[in-house]
């Protein structure tokens, strides 16, 4: 059985960083892609950005190119999402979600069977 469990979210003045983790238990990391997507109030989910575990490449959301950054920690278990020069419109509900193998398709949430609690994340002006 797959676990994500997030922490990190919370209150922070625009401008300022924030880092998400996302503790997993469960099969070979090596097997799967995982992934940050995050909902606003009243807007539909949105991909963040994305990693294949193994290899370690990455994606992100133009939105938030250059200020957030996807990482892993395979001795950990733990996927993070460092966040910077955050702006109001970054305050969401941010998910961890893990696929097994490859995916052409990473950024759409269907491809993503495991999913996280949800963080909170807001952003004051």
């Known amino acids: 059985q797959v676990q994500l469990v997030e922490s990190g979210g919370g209150l922070v003045q625009a401008g300022g960083s924030l880092r998400l983790s996302c503790a997993f238990s469960?099969?070979?990391?090596?097997?799967?892609?995982m992934a940050w997507f995050r909902q606003a109030p009243g807007k539909e989910r949105e991909f963040v950005a994305a990693?294949?575990?193994?290899?370690?490449?990455?994606d992100y959301a133009d939105s938030v190119k250059g200020r957030f950054t996807i990482s892993r920690d395979n001795a950990k278990k733990t996927l993070y999402l460092q966040m910077n020069s955050l702006n109001p419109e970054d305050t969401a509900v941010y998910y961890c979600?893990?696929?097994?193998?490859?995916?052409?398709?990473?950024?759409?949430?269907?491809?993503?069977?495991?999913w996280g609690q949800g963080a909170r994340v807001t952003v004051s002006s």
């Open positions: 979600a893990a696929r097994i193998g490859y995916s052409s398709r990473y950024y759409m949430g269907v491809e993503y069977s495991y």
């Open positions: 990693i294949n575990w193994n290899s370690g490449t990455r």
């Open positions: 469960g099969r070979t990391l090596s097997t799967y892609g």
